[in-house]
């Protein structure tokens, strides 16, 4: 354990000892008691993943005092040490799809906790189905609990393989529910339905984002993603691996963007579901061309099976974000491949061989 982890899990440990109450007062101009740390309080799921992680940076640098949670299965707790000395950051160890409980007041909860890739839900597919249903669950109530707002993460695999092109939210889907990656859509379906009854039946102000791919700094690299996948691969002087004949697409999000929708959203009052995305639309095999082109790389591209129910086609209609959230993205996929392709740049040497994630045996019979 890393000195500043160790300082960060001290400091949570105290503070869920003492609670909100026990924090320091102070007198204001008016004579009131106040705490002396008024910040908003958000408790961000799944804080030390990709997302997770660029969504405590937000936060913080939005004046918020930010609890970050995550079981560190997919999560990393590299992708939040520079935040650790930070006195509006606390860290908690823990699994959402048990029993909730944080100290003190709460006024937002982002639910970002999920194995997030193809391959992982392949690994730990039961931890995939809880995270998204028990563990919403378990933060819905906490909402309630604390009357906070709460935005979960559901996903363009809400779709399934989508007969409708490009995406709306109006479209219900074609989803496997038996399939491979059954675990992981259907989870995120049930995390949208119990998510609307909790608004409907208990009246908690809820939000629903729609993620679709999405890529920058602190992915990870073997976590079998296409983009760290090409990236790795190039890095390490292999092949590029097509599955298919490539010609399914994928449109990609610079992670910037992606953050910036979901700050709007929470901070917006629309209830339903909204699409956040890159619209820029591309073939699996020209992104491979894409990549080979950026990192300078001479290998070939060589062609393996599709995995089962991967799907054809894959674009947001993002009209709606437009609309209600004056939103789109402004980051070009040249500008935010190089970004990302320079902080893989940075990794060690074991890092870019790393195959395996080293958490996944003790989680995967659980
Ligand atoms: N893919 C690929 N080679 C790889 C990894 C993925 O061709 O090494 C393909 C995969 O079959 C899919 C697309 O790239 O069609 C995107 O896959 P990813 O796992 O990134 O996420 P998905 O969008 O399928 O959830």
Known sequence: MSNLFRMAVLR?????????????????????????????????????????????????????????????????????????GNENFEFFHHDVSSFVHVPGDVHYILHFASPASPIDYLKIPIQTLKVSSLGTHNLLGLAKAKGARILVAS??????????????????????PIGPRG????????????????????KVETRI??????????????????????????????DLTVFGDGAQTRSFCYVDDLIEGIYRLLMSDYVYPVNIGNPSEISILDFASEILKLTGANQKIIFKPLPKDDPKQRQPD????????KWEPKVSRAEGLKITYGYFKTLSRDELYKREH??????SKK
């Not at 940076?57 to 939040?80: A, C, P, Q, W, Y």
């Not at 993002?318 to 959230?325: E, M």
């Not at 080293?358 to 989680?363: G, H, M, Q, R």
Request: with cysteine; charged share 25%.
């Open 183 to 202: 675990v992981y859509d259907e989870a995120k379906r049930f995390m949208e339905a119990i998510t609307m009854a909790y608004h409907t039946y208990h």
């Open 12 to 84: 949570n440990e105290v503070t869920n000892k003492k609670g909100w109450n026990a924090r320091p007062l102070n007198i204001c101009n008016f004579g009131f008691l106040i705490p002396m740390n008024s910040k908003k309080r958000v408790l961000i799921t799944g804080a030390a993943g990709f997302l997770g992680s660029h969504l405590c940076d937000r936060f913080i640098s939005e004046g918020f005092h930010v609890m970050g949670m995550d079981n560190l299965i997919t999560g990393d707790k590299k992708n939040l040490e520079h935040l650790f």
């Open 358 to 363: 080293k958490d996944f045996e003790a989680f």
């Open 209 to 238: 984002v729609r993620i679709f791919n999405t890529y920058g700094p602190r992915m990870r690299l073997n976590d079998g993603r296409v983009l760290p996948a090409f990236i790795g691969q190039a890095l390490r002087g292999e």
């Open 318 to 325: 993002i009209s709606l974000a437009r609309k209600i959230l």
């Open 155 to 176: 996903t363009s695999e809400v779709y399934g393989d989508p007969l409708v092109h490009p995406q709306t939210e109006d479209y219900w889907g074609n989803v496997n």
